[in-house]
């Protein structure tokens, strides 16, 4: 367990929908990232948070949104789905060692939108 | 394109061989990481390289970072099944707070 914890684990759903992915980070992390991985592309970075506000904007794409709350936990939506957005989304909490960010990933979310 | 090219993509070998996997960019980073990710979880942090011509060893595992920071190699001795999962290298940018990922490297050591 790596302390970041995502929900749901799975997911289907159909094209036109919205979900909502959420990720809580580990005790003490203020950061949380969200990312994107298919098969074709890779980890694609969307989005971070740092303590409530937006700190850095990836590929995400306008149809996608994110948020996070006062306790720190984050929320991705996506909307109006299309076949193209099924993916794993993962989402890291950080802490800082040797000058840079180390990423603690969650399990990942796995979005089927048929 | 991407900023990062692993390779090679895919790599399957028997329990026992050694292997090298690579990570290439015409930039220049700040500090480089490794990480594995095995199947149905999130990828978990082996190492973060900082300094040109680092080289980091954790157990049968060897990193090095290039001397001019723009690349990194992955030297495995032994493979284990153990060892089977994608390698995924992902660099930091010079404020410390992006990390950009490679395509991976998918290995699966057999039995």
């Known amino acids: 367990d790596s302390g970041v914890t995502q929900t749901p684990k799975h997911l289907i759903t159909a094209t036109g929908q919205r979900v909502t992915l959420r990720c809580s980070p580990r005790s003490g992390d203020l950061s949380v990232y969200w990312y994107q991985q298919s098969l074709d592309q890779g980890l694609q970075f969307l989005i971070q948070y740092y303590n409530g506000e937006e700190r850095a904007k990836g590929n995400i794409l306008e149809r996608f949104s994110a948020q996070q709350f006062p306790d720190l936990h984050s929320e991705l939506n996506l909307s109006s789905l299309e076949l193209g957005d099924s993916a794993l989304y993962f989402c890291?909490?950080?802490?800082?060692?040797?000058?840079?960010?180390?990423?603690?990933f969650g399990a990942g979310s796995r979005l089927t939108v048929l | 394109t991407q900023l990062l090219e692993q390779s090679p993509q895919f790599l399957s070998i028997q329990e026992g061989e050694n292997l090298t996997v690579y990570c290439n960019s015409s930039s220049v980073f700040s500090s480089l990481q490794w990480y594995r990710q095995e199947p149905g979880e999130g990828p978990v942090l082996l190492v973060t390289?900082?300094?040109?011509?680092e080289v980091k060893k954790l157990k049968r595992l060897t990193f090095q970072f290039g001397d001019a920071r723009k690349d990194s190699s992955l030297h495995i001795t032994a493979a284990q099944p153990g060892d089977t999962g994608l390698y995924l290298c992902a660099a930091v940018n010079n404020a410390g707070n992006m990390l950009t990922f490679g395509g991976g490297t998918r290995l699966m050591v057999k039995p």
């Open positions: 390289v900082v300094t040109g011509g």
């Open positions: 890291a909490s950080s802490v800082v060692a040797l000058g840079a960010n180390v990423l603690t």
